[in-house]
């Protein structure tokens, strides 16, 4: 099997740390935790929790982040699964080595992103969230190889993890793996320090958590940061891979 190395596109409250447990449980994958996070918070300046943490635990030169991601599969794995955070991207940093990867879309409607997210954290620019940079990476991609590359929303997942990960596995060039589906609870080692900020909920899962609808009502001083994710989650949710 020759090697694949895997870029998972997502922002954030968007699956993207269970997507990690589930292609982790894989015999055949290896992970990485958002490898430029650090280059994210020492440009951003934003004071995230665990900061002086995170910045300690990561290599935060974009270019020798380039260099290890692309370089060889840890493990002797065939399968690099990187989970990448697009808001992480900053303003001018190289994006050429995407051209070189299987390139797979997260999203989530932002009406259930954009309350969760704000309770941590004043918002005060969409490009926080990552829609526009998911939207630049898809236009980048296209423009490259003169197709979409493969979106998948999450509420789809939740309502038919099975049927999805099929899709999006084939879509990747792999095989699907049952293992997929459920996973042990706990920690992992392949978890970024910040894990004891953010990774509660998926420390106790053993799989996806069942899909229910819920009956969101916006604030009014967060719709105009609504509208703007619309339009971009709209037009990648037009085009993702279905059940």
Partial sequence: MANTYIAMWSGPRNLSTAMMRSFENRTDTVVIDEPFYG?????????????????????????????????????NKPIWYQKHMAQHNIAGCDLNWIKNFNNCFLIRNPKYVIPSYSKEFIITD????????????????????GSTPPIFDADDILKNPKSILKKMCQSLGINFSNRMLSWPKGKRKS???????????VETSTGFRPYKKKKIILEKKLMPLYEKCMIYYSDMYARRISI
């Avoid at 440009?43 to 060889?72: A, F, R, Y």
């Avoid at 969409?126 to 190889?145: C, F, M, N, P, S």
């Avoid at 978890?191 to 909920?201: L, P, Q, S």
């Fill in 126 to 145: 969409e490009r926080l969230l990552g829609y526009v940079q998911q939207h630049e990476l898809i236009k980048i991609i296209e423009a490259d190889t």
């Fill in 191 to 201: 978890d970024g320090v910040w894990a004891k900020y953010w990774y509660k909920n």
């Fill in 39 to 75: 280059c994210f918070l020492e440009n951003s300046k934003l004071d995230h929790p665990g900061k002086k943490e995170v910045l300690l635990s990561q290599d935060c030169n974009w270019d020798n982040v380039v260099n290890m991601i692309t370089g060889s599969i840890p493990n």
